[in-house]
């Protein structure tokens, strides 16, 4: 169960992942916790009459073509984007959206879907929510509230029987390696790097919160769902712009030299070994251990 905040986050986080795991015959459940109602129009092709009056059903048909590209089930939460605040003082959240709605209430939305779903690993956003959105920093509370309540019967008993996660991991987007691996092999060929800003950019956050790469404990190898990745992304047209970052660098170059995606385990109910190359390591035996003392 891959939880985001908005539609697209999966598509831009851990997506990859998702639409291996669910090649190989796993159920795999995406998870958004808001509408993206508040999502203002990132791609210029799609600024266009007709798109911001329906932006709620835009964004649903949107994240179902997206969810088909990954191969993946998805579910809405339900609640209402919080928006990027901006400003100096920032503006006060509006009211009932997200990032203002109670935890104990948010948690129980979501313990009742890990309860019906029931899976063995989710992934979430870590404390500083991957970047400053208050959705994304909720996203990570929520989250790691329901790990811990959804096997609990004491808790939110009337939604539904309990069931234990086994493993919680936090998505690693932005790694400045990754990036630099990249301009290093476009410095080799004298080509401009189109990523230079993104990579001025990530260089301020390591700065500040130091180098992702540091947290990870697991790569997954999952080149070979790039292009699905590319196709979700595309899918959420209004907030990508097919111009953009995302798709500078070719992707015969990524899978060849940055064919992974980068997890934190942050919880485990599972003995495992770090580094991890599979979400799912230790899950299998811990099930087998279960069978044979149930
Ligand atoms: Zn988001």
New binding site residues.
């Given amino acids: 169960m891959a939880v985001?905040?908005?539609p697209?986050?999966e598509s831009s986080k851990g997506a990859a992942t998702t639409a291996k795991y669910a090649a190989e015959g796993n159920d795999v459940m995406v998870v958004s916790l808001t509408g993206?109602e508040r999502?203002s129009i990132l791609n210029p092709a799609m600024d266009v009459p007709g798109i911001l009056d329906r932006i709620e059903d835009v964004r649903r048909e949107e994240m179902a073509a997206a969810a088909k590209a990954l191969g993946v089930q998805h579910r809405w939460l339900g609640f209402v984007d919080s928006g990027l605040p901006e400003g100096d003082p920032l503006p006060p959240l509006p009211e009932g959206s997200f990032a203002t709605v109670e935890l104990e209430e948010a948690t129980e939305a979501l313990v009742r879907l890990v309860r019906e779903f029931r899976p063995h690993v989710m992934t979430t956003y870590d404390e500083n929510g991957g970047?400053p959105?208050p959705?994304?920093i909720m996203c990570h509370k929520v989250s790691m509230a329901a790990f811990e309540a959804a096997g609990d019967p004491q808790r939110y008993p009337d939604a539904g029987e309990p069931w234990t996660p086994l493993k919680l991991y936090y998505n690693h987007g932005f790694s400045l390696q990754r990036v630099e691996t990249f301009a290093e092999e476009y410095s080799r060929t004298g080509e401009p790097f189109p990523m230079q800003d993104w990579m001025e950019n990530i260089r301020r956050r390591v700065a500040e919160h130091g180098d992702v790469m540091s947290r990870v404990t697991t790569q997954i190898d999952c080149g070979k769902y790039f292009p699905q990745r590319d196709e979700a992304l595309r899918a959420h047209a209004t907030q990508i712009d097919p111009n953009g970052m995302f798709f500078a660098i070719p992707l015969e170059m990524q899978q060849r030299l940055w064919p992974t995606e980068e997890f934190e385990l942050a919880k485990t109910r599972v003995r495992t070994a770090i580094p991890e190359t599979d979400l799912f390591a230790g899950v299998l035996e811990a099930a087998e251990v279960q069978d044979v003392t149930r």
Wanted: hydrophobic share 10%.
């Fill in positions: 985001h905040a908005h697209d986050d993206g999502g970047y959105h959705d994304h």
